[in-house]
């Protein structure tokens, strides 16, 4: 068990037993307060000197969080003195401010550990975004994506082994590289079924036409697979990025439309559909 998670669950156990002794839920009599104070300094002892606490605190370097502990143990003689001469007001409330600072302390300690549940977080999001087999690319694009694929490898395990080494923040720094070339794979490498367009198109007019209905049949494609494919969540935030510049370019393109400005429209609708097709990419839809 990690330390800072026996320090809260002793802490916690503490606060609760108290809470018993003064409601009178314990089974007998109520104990007497010299009773009750006893078992307080008791319980804070034993996680004074606890020598995995007291390591933890060591390889910190987490300044706060060692001062509280040295506060709490200052405070803790100072309550055992006040207990020893029967003073058990003054002794129960420095044990009290004892009891919080060890509290706030394993909080500041527990940080590692959030780092860690952080770096699982991302190794699964990266590992959950499954990129589709494309075919059909050209020498290059075959090149340059086992090359993407090969860098993405190499920083998982770099992040692995950052991990293994406690080096959180740099573990997760790579694994957010390796997302975001995964990512610029989507943009880069076009579907191989993605729609081609015929040029011999009599107007730039009728070219126009067919590109914003196909379009529009994407965005349709988009909405209903968001609509019934579950999705993390850093995945949603990808494919909003994705869904919101294609509605941007879509209103752009429009613009021109309306200006008669067919030319400038057909580009702009061509990135729409490309950012519509890399959503359903990310969604492992075949299109």
């Known amino acids: 068990m990690q330390i800072t998670t026996l320090l809260l669950s002793l802490i916690f156990s503490l606060n609760v037993a108290m809470a018993q002794v003064e409601s009178g839920t314990e089974i007998g009599s109520v104990k007497s307060t010299s009773e009750k104070i006893a078992q307080k300094i008791k319980m804070l002892n034993l996680i004074l000197h606890s020598p995995d606490m007291l390591q933890r605190v060591e390889a910190s370097d987490d300044s706060v969080a ?35 600072d060890l509290s706030a302390s394993a909080q500041l300690l527990s940080v590692p550990q959030q780092k860690r549940n952080q770096y699982h977080k991302f190794m699964e999001q990266l590992d959950a975004f499954v990129l589709p087999e494309w075919n059909e690319l050209s020498e290059q694009e075959n090149e340059l994506l ?26 997760i720094a790579l694994l957010e590289e390796a997302y975001g070339l995964k990512v610029a794979l989507i943009d880069t490498l076009k579907h191989e079924t993605m729609i081609v367009y015929d040029l011999n198109f009599n107007t730039t007019q009728d070219e126009y036409q067919y590109m914003i209905n196909r379009t529009y049949h994407y965005l349709d494609l988009v909405q209903i697979a968001l609509s019934k494919i579950d999705i993390d969540d850093q995945t ?43 959503v359903l990419k990310i969604l492992g839809i075949e299109i």
């Open 66 to 100: 060692r001062e509280l502990l040295a506060r709490a143990a200052e405070n803790f003689l100072k309550g055992e003195e006040y207990f020893d001469r029967g003073q058990y007001l003054e002794a129960e409330a420095v044990l009290d401010y004892v009891l919080r």
């Open 146 to 171: 086992e090359n993407k694929l090969q860098r993405i490898s190499e920083l998982r395990n770099r992040a692995s082994r950052q991990a293994d080494a406690e080096l959180y923040d740099a573990a």
């Open 236 to 278: 949603r935030k990808l494919t909003d990025k994705y869904v919101y510049g294609s509605m941007l370019n879509l209103e752009i393109a429009e613009n021109f439309e309306l200006q008669g400005q067919f030319s400038e429209a057909i580009p702009v609708l061509d990135k729409t559909m490309n950012q519509l097709s890399a």
